[in-house]
């Protein structure tokens, strides 16, 4: 993600321990130079949410490497408060979060979720209780998800070479088709009608087209594909088309191309190699992200953001996947898609370092091929390729120490 986004809404932001300063680390939270000069470790106070199905089971193994990661670095500490929202909720409470939820949530650094939705309630009476109020109440209209094929894991696409997946879908989150605008009348008549309205701003365009961009100047190969259906949608996406050629005149050292979403779908299957960054609306991005995670080898590995990146409200990191009724409590679900949106999260609030070795204590379990959940082609549980990649990741910091 854009590197000047990551920044803490917590006042007191002090110190990065590095190794050196560890030599004086003596209590949790504290770090003691010479001459008395005591400063506190960073704190994150972060709302967690696990909400349904499977999203119960990744996410206390995601929060589990998230601390152990932010101890090992010396790098900063968690205070936690854990939330039963989600369809348990709602069938006890007749709503999927209190009323005064998002006021609840304000004055966290992040949320940390797991997935919302469940058979006993309708998908659309969950997602439109938790989390999309969440991500438009907050004004997260950043969804960043990368999928990288990682090494070890098969993908579904023959003879695909290592390093020739790796891209990254940015989803607008706020408006498109899931601004919520539209409705439905004339209930059981032969003429009963439905609307749903893709909703686009030059606003809303332009800020989630801009972060794209910057994103794609943070890579190597610097290009940044947007996504449209402009042939079929000549008002909304010829909007989107306009607004992309008029940034991109502002960032002439991105290449860029536009193609449309169907031709998009195909091409990622065919030659994703040719992919960097993409850029596409709420419905377009989510849809994406599905098949590009797939294409990285599972869903269960598929990483995102809803990301506010001017800190006015906190931001919130979960997996791609939702509650994945098929195999809830079975213990099974692959914990890496939550342990990755963790890293993201660290990113986002300022730690890079601890980001990154969460990543390739990942990056190290699927090379190592040994504890792999059923998804990709093992037979661990979800608690034992936690312990997995806890285990390289303490294993990397024995290194950064030594
Ligand atoms: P899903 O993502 O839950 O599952 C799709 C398929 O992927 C299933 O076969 C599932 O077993 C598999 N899968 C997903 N995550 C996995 C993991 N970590 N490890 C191994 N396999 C995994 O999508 P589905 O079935 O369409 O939706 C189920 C429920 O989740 C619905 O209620 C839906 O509304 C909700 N949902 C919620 C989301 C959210 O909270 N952000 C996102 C997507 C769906
Ligand atoms: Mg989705």
């Not at 005591?38 to 998230?66: C, F, N, R």
């Not at 998908?123 to 969804?143: M, N, T």
């Not at 332009?206 to 290009?223: G, K, N, V």
């Not at 990483?303 to 800190?311: F, G, V, Y």
């Amino acid at each position: 993600m854009a590197r000047d986004a990551r920044r803490c809404r917590s006042a007191w932001h002090l110190a990065w321990i590095g190794d050196r300063i560890r030599l004086w680390y003596n209590a949790e939270n504290v770090a003691t130079f010479p001459g008395g000069l005591v400063l506190a470790m960073q704190s994150y106070h972060i709302a967690v949410i696990p909400g349904d199905g499977i999203g119960q089971e990744v996410t206390p193994v995601g929060v589990k490497v998230l601390q152990a990661a932010g101890a090992l670095l010396d790098a900063c500490t968690f205070d936690l408060e854990w939330f039963d929202w989600g369809c348990d909720y709602y069938l006890k409470h007749g709503r999927m979060m209190p009323a005064d939820g998002l006021d609840i949530l304000r004055q966290f650094d992040a949320i940390y979720f797991g997935a919302c939705g469940f058979p006993t309630v309708p998908d659309h009476i969950s997602l439109r209780g938790l989390r999309l109020p969440i991500c438009q109440g907050f004004d997260q209209y950043v969804c960043v998800r990368p999928a990288r094929l990682l090494p070890g894991v098969p993908s579904p696409l023959a003879g695909i070479a290592p390093g020739a997946l790796d891209l990254i879908v940015v989803r607008e989150n706020t408006e498109g088709l899931y601004a919520g605008v539209g409705g439905r009348t004339h209930r059981g008549h032969a003429h009963e009608v439905a609307m749903q309205t893709q909703v686009f701003t030059r606003h809303g365009v332009e800020r989630i087209i801009r972060y794209a961009f910057d994103l794609a100047r943070t890579r190597p190969r610097r290009h940044l594909t947007s996504a449209t259906k402009s042939n079929a949608c000549q008002y909304s996406f010829v909007l989107w088309d306009d607004i992309f050629a008029e940034v991109a005149a502002e960032y002439p050292d991105v290449t860029t191309d536009a193609q449309l979403i169907d031709a998009l779908a195909a091409r990622c299957v065919t030659h994703p190699e040719s992919l960097d960054v993409i850029v596409a609306s709420n419905l377009f991005g989510d849809i994406l992200s599905d098949l590009t995670g797939a294409l990285a080898g599972s869903l269960g590995l598929a990483a995102s953001t809803n990301i506010n990146p001017t800190s006015a409200y906190p931001s919130m990191f979960e997996p791609v996947h939702g509650s994945a009724p098929d195999i809830s409590g079975r213990g099974i679900a692959n914990p890496m898609a939550a342990i990755w949106s963790g890293a993201l999260m660290l990113e986002f609030l300022g730690q890079p370092d601890v980001a990154d070795a969460m990543v390739a204590a990942i990056e190290a379990t699927t090379a190592a091929g040994r504890v792999l959940t059923p998804d990709l082609g093992g037979s661990a549980t979800t608690e034992e390729v936690g312990e997995a990649v806890l285990s390289h990741l303490t294993r990397q910091g024995q290194l950064l120490t030594t």
